[in-house]
T-cell receptor, first 114, second 112 residues
């Protein structure tokens, strides 16, 4: 398995600002993903973070709103841009590697937008 | 995005009771995963299933990969208060490599 940390663990932000969330893994992993979990809801995949190239976004999510970086095999960032109260959610980093089929999640970043 | 049908939506049981929940899809899956999420935490992987008909246990938890490849089941025996949380199934469709689809979740409450 992999140990995943996220920063910040939570934040309260003002409308119109941006927040960058960091995800750090304790080992190199093939795949990193970003999910959103709105209050009381299940998890929705935002995008797959690709090392050295642009992220692959799911339907309903765009790069301008959720820019993602993945400079190496252990680190990724997700930015939530020009935030509105509707962006209040838990944002989760997740990883999977070729050496194992399971997918693991970080502790999440709880974002509240006022 | 697409989600799997998970039932029941919530369960309120007495300590010591057994629990069953399931997940169904209209598509064929090649992987089923079951997670538990505690308040304020990320989902924790409980059991992973890779073959139709596979039955796998993890302590008091047992999960099965349905033979039609369109469903999965999770059973918890002799529930205890720390079993409280939200349980999610997640599946990977055939042909959709590396992309997990999540169920709607089952909220489990256990009364001591």
């Amino acid at each position: 398995s992999a140990v995943i940390s996220q920063k910040p663990s939570r934040d309260i932000c003002q409308r119109g600002t941006s927040l960058t969330i960091q995800c750090q893994v304790d080992s190199q992993v093939t795949m990193m993903f970003w999910y959103r979990q709105q209050p009381g809801q299940s998890l929705t995949l935002i995008a797959t973070a690709n090392q050295g190239s642009e992220a692959t976004y799911e339907s309903g999510f765009v790069i301008d709103k959720f820019p993602i970086s993945r400079p190496n095999l252990t680190f990724s960032t997700l930015t939530v841009s020009n935030m509105s109260p509707e962006d209040s959610s838990i944002y989760l980093c997740s990883v999977r590697d070729r050496s194992y089929n399971e997918q693991f999640f970080g502790p999440g970043t709880r974002l509240t937008v006022l | 995005g697409q989600q799997l049908n998970q039932s029941p939506q919530s369960m309120f049981i007495q300590e010591g009771e057994d629990v069953s929940m399931n997940c169904t899809s209209s598509s064929i899956f090649n992987t089923w995963l079951w997670y538990k999420q505690d308040p304020g935490e990320g989902p924790v992987l409980l059991i992973a299933l890779y073959k139709a008909g596979e039955l796998t246990s993890n302590g008091r938890l047992t999960a099965q990969f349905g033979i039609t490849r369109k469903d999965s089941f999770l059973n918890i025996s002799a529930s205890i208060p720390s079993d409280v949380g939200i349980y999610f199934c997640a599946g990977q469709r055939v042909g959709a490599t590396n992309k997990l689809i999540f169920g709607t979740g089952t909220l489990l409450a256990v009364q001591p």
